[in-house]
């Protein structure tokens, strides 16, 4: 019989976070099942930093983006006896499953957790998209949007001047962000870890782009594949037109969650919450084909991978 849940959220922030723990808490409370917070991820955990959300203590979030239970990076969780201290205090206040929210990292804490003996349920919850074992994490629809709403500004402007804007997304060593944009946005290159970059193909694609009479070009740019000031010198020497760079960063992150991030979110959620309700545990949520469902953490991580979309990125350089 759970009596009593704990969530926490970890890793990078993601939007759509406070919708899943709202999710949580008012499926919980509804079966009858006390909910205690955990304040910024595995560190609060460590510092037993718990207290008791109610109904009400998740009223209003729903729109909002970051996290209420605040996040933090926590390296030393990594030292299996900071586990155990972890593990002793989840006991200590009688928590009988925890709901992790959060990206990779936060799913491999959760494993050894779960390994451990203390059952665990991960929900994906990073902008990058980059997790295993789900079609879509939780914040990366908002960080779409986002993504969007700032390359079409730049598209008005880099048109009436004739420039080339190179613009930067976040996405660590995923392209998801930088790939659904540049379809999204009708970008003449995007540039993603999961495919060789060649600087014949960018300039074939912006001097076609300059024939035909284009007045500027987008070029979309996923972080960590290249240095995008050098590949703005050398386009600058090409095409001798002005080239303007824009790391776009953390306002990727912020904004009111999009439907599908807040719909999502409420969804995997309550079925975290009716996963330990059956006594499931070590398992990680995910949206595949349009279903909720859940795997093994271990088996995510170590024999899925989050798949690239071939056909999105053939549509992307097709469509320019
Ligand atoms: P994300 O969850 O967004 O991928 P991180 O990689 O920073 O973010 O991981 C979040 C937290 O998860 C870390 O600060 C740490 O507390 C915990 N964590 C990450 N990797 C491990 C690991 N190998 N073992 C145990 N805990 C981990």
Same mark, same amino acid.
């Given at each position: 019989?759970?009596?009593?849940?704990?969530?926490?959220?970890?890793?990078?922030?993601?939007?759509?976070?406070?919708?899943?723990?709202?999710?949580?808490?008012?499926?919980?409370?509804?079966?009858?099942?006390?909910?205690?917070?955990?304040?910024?991820?595995?560190?609060?955990?460590?510092?037993?930093?718990?207290?008791?959300?109610?109904?009400?203590?998740?009223?209003?979030?729903?729109?909002?983006?970051?996290?209420?239970?605040?996040?933090?990076?926590?390296?030393?969780?990594?030292?299996?006896?900071?586990?155990?201290?972890?593990?002793?205090?989840?006991?200590?206040?009688?928590?009988?499953?925890?709901?992790?929210?959060?990206?990779?990292?936060?799913?491999?804490?959760?494993?050894?957790?779960?390994?451990?003996?203390?059952?665990?349920?991960?929900?994906?919850?990073? *902008?990058?998209?980059? !997790?295993? #074992?789900?079609?879509?994490?939780? /914040?990366?629809? =908002? +960080?779409?949007?986002?993504?969007?709403?700032?390359?079409?500004?730049?598209?008005?402007?880099?048109?009436?001047?004739?420039?080339?804007?190179?613009?930067?997304?976040?996405?660590?060593?995923?392209?998801?962000?930088?790939?659904?944009?540049?379809?999204?946005?009708?970008?003449?290159?995007?540039?993603?870890?999961?495919?060789?970059?060649?600087?014949?193909?960018?300039?074939?694609?912006?001097?076609?782009?300059?024939?035909?009479?284009?007045?500027?070009?987008?070029?979309?740019?996923?972080?960590?594949?290249?240095?995008?000031?050098?590949?703005?010198?050398?386009?600058?020497?090409?095409?001798?037109?002005? *080239?303007?760079?824009? !790391?776009? #960063?953390?306002?990727?992150?912020? /904004?009111?969650? =999009? +439907?599908?991030?807040?719909?999502?979110?409420?969804?995997?959620?309550?079925?975290?919450?009716?996963?330990?309700?059956?006594?499931?545990?070590?398992?990680?949520?995910?949206?595949?084909?349009?279903?909720?469902?859940?795997?093994?953490?271990?088996?995510?991580?170590?024999?899925?991978?989050?798949?690239?979309?071939?056909?999105?990125?053939?549509?992307?350089?097709?469509?320019?």
């Amino acid at each position: 019989m759970i009596k009593k849940i704990g969530i926490l959220t970890s890793g990078g922030d993601a939007p759509g976070m406070n919708a899943a723990i709202r999710a949580i808490v008012r499926t919980a409370i509804n079966s009858g099942i006390q909910v205690l917070g955990i304040r910024d991820g595995y560190l609060g955990l460590h510092q037993e930093r718990i207290f008791e959300l109610k109904r009400d203590d998740v009223a209003d979030i729903l729109n909002r983006a970051g996290t209420i239970l605040g996040t933090a990076r926590f390296p030393a969780f990594k030292d299996e006896a900071v586990r155990k201290d972890a593990m002793s205090i989840l006991r200590k206040h009688e928590i009988d499953g925890l709901v992790v929210i959060g990206g990779e990292g936060s799913y491999k804490g959760a494993k050894l957790l779960s390994f451990e003996g203390f059952p665990c349920v991960c929900i994906p919850g990073t *902008i990058d998209n980059d !997790i295993p #074992g789900t079609d879509y994490s939780i /914040g990366f629809s =908002t +960080a779409l949007r986002n993504v969007i709403d700032d390359v079409d500004k730049l598209r008005d402007t880099a048109s009436s001047h004739k420039r080339i804007s190179l613009v930067e997304t976040m996405g660590r060593n995923c392209g998801d962000l930088a790939l659904y944009a540049s379809v999204a946005c009708g970008a003449e290159y995007v540039i993603v870890p999961e495919r060789q970059f060649s600087l014949e193909e960018l300039y074939k694609n912006i001097d076609d782009g300059l024939k035909q009479g284009k007045r500027h070009a987008i070029v979309l740019i996923c972080e960590n594949v290249l240095d995008i000031k050098e590949l703005a010198a050398d386009l600058e020497t090409h095409t001798g037109l002005e *080239i303007r760079t824009t !790391i776009l #960063g953390h306002v990727q992150r912020g /904004g009111s969650p =999009t +439907a599908f991030d807040r719909i999502v979110a409420s969804q995997m959620g309550s079925y975290a919450v009716d996963l330990i309700k059956r006594g499931v545990g070590g398992v990680c949520i995910g949206i595949q084909d349009n279903h909720i469902v859940h795997h093994e953490i271990a088996e995510s991580l170590c024999q899925m991978q989050h798949k690239f979309d071939v056909n999105l990125y053939n549509l992307s350089n097709l469509l320019i």
